[in-house]
């Protein structure tokens, strides 16, 4: 079986510092991660994922994700957070025994203050 | 290109009725994929259509859920009857026909259904 873990429900940051999301994950096999968002009142947008290859995935609005097989971890990074990135944060994973569908976290919520 | 588009936005319904929830994917996805977040849960996976068969319901909650794919483009999601625990944010997501364990998938803007 599969699982995500978002350990954080919400994550405060000051506009301008660095923004971590947590994501770990339990899968047979290699893994196939994905990281979404979601904006108030909107649905879900993609950001990036990780299928293989270089450990540091570079996505959508500044936002890369840090690929850990050891430590069994994909963590979403931006360098310097923006007010605008304000919003609900998920981490989906699919392994190789489920075809197509995605196994998601619970979700974190990013503020981001001025 | 348009994205993935669900009808309605909002549905407001009483318990034992029956609703009906619509998914049009991104044109020429041949994957189509049912998702919902219950009560700020997780989100979870109820089915998936390759064109118009079903490869995975393993997701689907009980047999009030029905789901079709009639010609392999839009889908509908059927409740009947509604129950209290069937609120939440029902998503759709497509992918494009490689169907690969790689592939993206797209997700609409979510139903929000509310059952009174």
């Known amino acids: 079986a599969q699982s995500v873990a978002q350990p954080e429900d919400q994550v405060n940051v000051a506009e301008g510092n660095p923004l971590t999301v947590k994501c770990t994950y339990s899968?047979?096999?290699?893994?196939?991660l994905f990281w979404y968002v979601q904006y108030p009142n909107r649905g879900l947008q993609f950001l990036l994922k990780y299928i293989t290859g270089d450990n540091l995935v570079k996505g959508s609005y500044g936002f890369e994700a840090e690929f850990n097989k050891s430590q069994t971890s994909f963590h979403l990074k931006k360098p310097s957070a923006l007010v605008s990135d304000s919003a609900l944060y998920f981490c989906a994973v699919r392994g190789l025994d489920s075809w197509g569908k995605l196994q998601f976290g619970a979700g974190t919520q990013v503020v981001v203050t001025p | 290109e348009a994205g993935v588009t669900q009808f309605p936005s909002h549905s407001v319904i009483e318990k034992g009725q029956t609703v009906t929830l619509r998914c049009d994917p991104i044109?020429?996805?041949?994957?189509l994929y049912w998702y919902r977040r219950v009560m700020g849960k997780e989100i979870k996976f109820l089915l998936h259509?390759?064109?118009?068969?079903?490869?995975?319901e393993s997701g689907m909650p009980n047999n009030r859920f029905l789901a079709e794919r009639t010609g392999g483009t839009y889908s509908t999601l059927k409740v009947q009857p509604a129950e209290l625990e069937d609120s939440g944010v029902y998503f759709c997501?497509?992918?494009?026909?490689?169907?690969?364990?790689?592939?993206?998938?797209?997700f609409g803007p979510g139903t929000r259904l509310t059952v009174l």
């Open positions: 997501a497509s992918s494009q026909a490689l169907g690969g364990i790689a592939d993206t998938q797209y």
């Open positions: 044109s020429g996805h041949d994957n």
């Open positions: 259509f390759v064109k118009e068969s079903k490869q995975d």
């Open positions: 899968v047979s096999g290699n893994p196939y």
